[in-house]
């Protein structure tokens, strides 16, 4: 039962087939390494260096590892940098996905789990967002990640595919020394890079409508949200319905003050942030539930905030 991960050599794609391996389903990962590293994929795990868009040789991975199962992790995945290039994350997201399915459709590989984000909400106007919350995609990367969720199900429709659906917010932590968040979009390496070089980190905008006046978001640890796909993966293999999407959330919020707070804390560097205008498009509060994902897919936040941070550095000071 060896499912590919595709973008297993990056952060969250690393996470999840180790997550695999631990569930004791094998894993070949496909990677471009266009943002992953070779480094971050287990010796023992077979690896094809190319791109998802190149059809044919995602199907040969599949058949020649007898594939029959893909976890989707592939993404072009800066909401932010996808306003300015849009072309390129429908291209990487939009046909990329079309083609694993294809590539899934001719080598006979009936299941998917895909991760999704919670950038299909958009904005939302309450306080916390489920699954049945209105879709409204605010950035061409949210909009992509709608349009996948909507080519799965179409090719369910059509073939019969058992696949679901992640939605998750920030994903923080190391479940490794070996695999580190290496994004430079994302807010701790953004934190970490700051500190190593000497400069003092930032925070944009401090009058919200929040406790503390800074952005409230919802923060998992990628060990928990990798074990959440291996877990949907196992439950695909064994026949199991699963519902079209599922929430990752905390189910409560931490500021980004809060954020800066622990990392001092954590680090022992201490510092206090400098205070910038706000950033256009960010909303004070976006926290998911993840109520159906505790009951179908063993989530849980199984880690505090310290614990996140003290991982996330670790793992960071050690891939220097």
Not at 31 to 36: A, P
């Amino acid at each position: 039962m060896t499912w590919l991960v595709t973008g297993g050599a990056g952060y969250i794609g690393a996470h999840v087939v180790r997550a695999l391996l631990d569930a004791d389903l094998p894993a070949v990962v496909v990677d471009d390494l266009s943002s992953g590293h070779r480094a971050f994929v287990p010796d023992r795990v077979p690896f094809v260096e190319a791109s998802i868009l190149d059809t044919p040789t995602v199907e040969k991975a599949l058949v020649e590892h007898r594939v029959t199962g893909v976890v989707h992790v592939a993404a072009f995945k800066y909401a932010g940098v996808s306003v300015q290039r849009p072309l390129h994350t429908y291209e990487q997201n939009v046909t990329g996905i079309a083609s694993v399915l294809q590539a899934m459709e001719s080598a006979g590989v009936p299941r998917i789990v895909f991760s999704s984000s919670a950038a299909v909400y958009g904005t939302p106007d309450v306080d916390l967002v489920t699954e049945d919350t209105l879709k409204a995609p605010e950035s061409p990367y949210g909009e992509s990640k709608l349009i996948g969720e909507w080519l799965l199900a179409d090719q369910a429709r059509a073939t019969e595919l058992d696949h679901t659906s992640l939605r998750y917010f920030n994903v923080v932590g190391s479940g490794t020394d070996e695999v580190y968040d290496t994004s430079p979009h994302n807010l701790f390496p953004m934190v970490f890079e700051a500190l190593l070089s000497g400069r003092t980190p930032r925070i944009n905008g401090d009058d919200y409508a929040t406790p503390d006046g800074t952005c409230v978001r919802d923060y998992i640890h990628v060990a928990d949200l990798a074990r959440s796909h291996a877990v949907a993966a196992g439950r695909l293999a064994a026949g199991d319905r699963l519902e079209a999407a599922y929430n990752l959330g905390s189910g409560d919020g931490v500021s980004v003050r809060q954020i800066m707070d622990a990392i001092a804390r954590t680090t022992g560097i201490d510092f206090t942030p400098e205070i910038a205008s706000r950033r256009s498009g960010d909303p004070a509060r976006i926290v998911a539930g993840g109520d159906l994902a505790a009951r179908d897919l063993e989530w849980t936040m199984r880690h505090s905030l310290d614990e996140m941070v003290a991982s996330a550095w670790q793992a960071r000071s050690r891939g220097q």
